[in-house]
């Protein structure tokens, strides 16, 4: 029974370990565009939001991470776009915003503060690190709706 126990302790132990890097040179590509690519070959959308869903930026570097291994991604501006925002409260400074990236995964950041702007555009802290830029048209509208008036 000691044994069962140890070797269940030792597997959640490393659980908990930092996932080596699988190799040096970038498998997945994300383009300006927000799409994926595996190997220069384009990424179904199915795959691409499930490992845009495990994606981190740490340090700089962009890495999808799972408990067994992590890989680099070559991000060519910024790894997701959103496509849609809504304001979830009513003082927009200390608000808090509902956003759909391109691939459909949702997000909620806190105030306009999460907002910046960039030569790319207007972007957007997300958690794990990652930084998103607003769609064309989402941008014009969060313009319209709170730079311009």
């Known amino acids: 029974m000691k044994q069962s126990a140890d070797k269940v302790s030792d597997a959640l132990k490393g659980l908990g370990a930092r996932p080596n890097l699988c190799q040096q040179q970038a498998l997945f590509e994300i383009d300006v565009k927000g799409d994926w690519y595996y190997l220069n070959s384009p990424l179904p959308a199915k795959f691409a939001r499930l ?3 495990i994606l981190h930026c740490i340090e700089g570097e962009h890495l999808l991470i799972t408990p067994a291994e992590r890989l680099k991604v070559a991000v060519a501006d910024t790894p997701l776009i959103i496509v849609d925002y809504k304001q979830l409260d009513i003082e927009a400074e200390s608000s ?13 950041v806190l105030g306009l503060n999460a907002f910046e702007s960039a030569e790319s555009g207007l972007l957007v802290s997300l958690p794990r690190g990652l930084k998103a830029r607003l769609g064309r048209a989402c941008f014009y509208r969060f313009a319209e709706t709170y730079l311009l008036s």
Request: aromatic share 18%.
């Open 51 to 53: 490992f845009s869903s």
């Open 96 to 108: 808090r915003f509902a956003l759909v990236c391109s691939q459909g995964n949702e997000f909620e």
